[in-house]
Structure formats: structure tokens, C-alpha cells
């Protein structure tokens, strides 16, 4: 898709492996997908798809860390899959190295209460630009955006607010995700809504 409009990236939007509907996403490569330990881009392949499969969350960097295979105790222990392994590499990690494991492959306590940030920006996700720090690197109102066959600053919209970012408003969503994709990318992209 982004050859066909001449773009140099194309950004399809989240992705979230345990909704089927958006599996249709998997289709279209080159694809990476942002460590949340280490803030790297690691290639979305086939050994990825098959960890996602297996687990609430997952850390490339920690599954290498832990010397984790696809076809490994996590997998069974969150799939309830069965899989072809002895187990002799997990088992041999001893008890701390287990329990890390395990608290890393089932994740937080899901009993626990959990309250959900009001913004991207509120949420501290690793990677993402504070709010102080995009509106000093990025200038929103000048994002280009595509409408039918023109292509637009988002300011020359009416409901462009030139005042502060408030989450929920059509300004604190571009900013949430220029916040997410960096000063490089909104330089380099056109937004385009359906």
C-alpha cells in the first residue's frame, strides 16, 4: 500500500494479535513490532506470531534473556499446548530463575485492580514522547492529512484547536499518536482516516 500512494512508511494502526480481525494485518511486510523493555523494533515473523499465540504480553529481549523457544515450557504453561520439548533448558534455570520466568510468562495478577490512563500520554509507554517534549519537537498543526485528493495541514481543519492538547479532542488523538510514531515519521507521513 505504500509503494501504490508513494509513501515511504504506512502506518495501519494498532495491532492486537488476540483479535482475529485484525489478523488481516499480518498480510502486508515488511512489519516490526516495539519491545516494551528495550524500546527496539523487532521483525513481526512467524517465531514471533507463535510467541504472541502463547502469551498475555510479550518482550523479545527478555524471551532471548531467557534463552525462551517457541515450542518451550512458556508455551505450554500459557497455552496448555501441548509441544515438543523436555523442558531440561527451562528446569534447568533453578528456583529465583523460574520464578522469574513464570511471573514473565503469566504476566501481572489480573485480581489486581487496575486502573487505565486517560491518554496515551498518561500511560507512560515506553517509546512514546512526553507531552512536554512533542510540543517542543513537533509542529501538529502542519501534520499532512488527506482528504479525497487533497492533501492538507490538519490546521486547516475548523475544529482545529491551535490551544493545548486535551485528550479525546481530534488534536490530543493526532498527538497521542505523533507521540507514539515520532518527530521523523509525522515529518515524513500523511494521515489518511476512513
Not at 489478523?23 to 523494533?41: A, E, G, I, M
Given at each position: 500500500m505504500a509503494l501504490e500512494e508513494d509513501y515511504q512508511y504506512y502506518?495501519?494502526?494498532?495491532?492486537?494479535?488476540?483479535?482475529?480481525?485484525?489478523?488481516?494485518?499480518?498480510?502486508?511486510?515488511?512489519?516490526?513490532?516495539?519491545?516494551?523493555?528495550?524500546?527496539?523494533?523487532?521483525?513481526?515473523?512467524?517465531d514471533m506470531l507463535q510467541r504472541l499465540s502463547a502469551r498475555k504480553w510479550l518482550s523479545m529481549s527478555i524471551e532471548r534473556s531467557l534463552g525462551v523457544l517457541p515450542d518451550s515450557l512458556s508455551t505450554f504453561l500459557q497455552s496448555d499446548a501441548v509441544v515438543s520439548s523436555d523442558f531440561s533448558r527451562e528446569l534447568a534455570i533453578g528456583p529465583r530463575g523460574f520464578q522469574y520466568f513464570f511471573e514473565y510468562i503469566n504476566g501481572p495478577n489480573e485480581s489486581d485492580s487496575i486502573e487505565r490512563p486517560e491518554s496515551?500520554?498518561?500511560?507512560?509507554?515506553?517509546?512514546?514522547?512526553?507531552?512536554?517534549e512533542l510540543e517542543h519537537q513537533v509542529d501538529l498543526g502542519r501534520w499532512k492529512l488527506k482528504i479525497g485528493n487533497m492533501i492538507v495541514p490538519v490546521e486547516a481543519l475548523e475544529i482545529w484547536d491551535d490551544g493545548d492538547i486535551v485528550p479525546g479532542t481530534l488534536k490530543g488523538v493526532i498527538a497521542e499518536l505523533a507521540a507514539c510514531i515520532g518527530p521523523d515519521l509525522v515529518r515524513e507521513t500523511i494521515l489518511k482516516f476512513d
Open positions: 502506518y495501519m494502526g494498532y495491532y492486537i494479535h488476540s483479535c482475529i480481525k485484525m489478523r488481516y494485518k499480518n498480510d502486508f511486510r515488511p512489519q516490526f513490532l516495539l519491545d516494551p523493555v528495550t524500546n527496539n523494533w523487532d521483525p513481526l515473523n512467524s496515551a500520554f498518561d500511560a507512560g509507554m515506553p517509546g512514546a514522547m512526553a507531552i512536554e
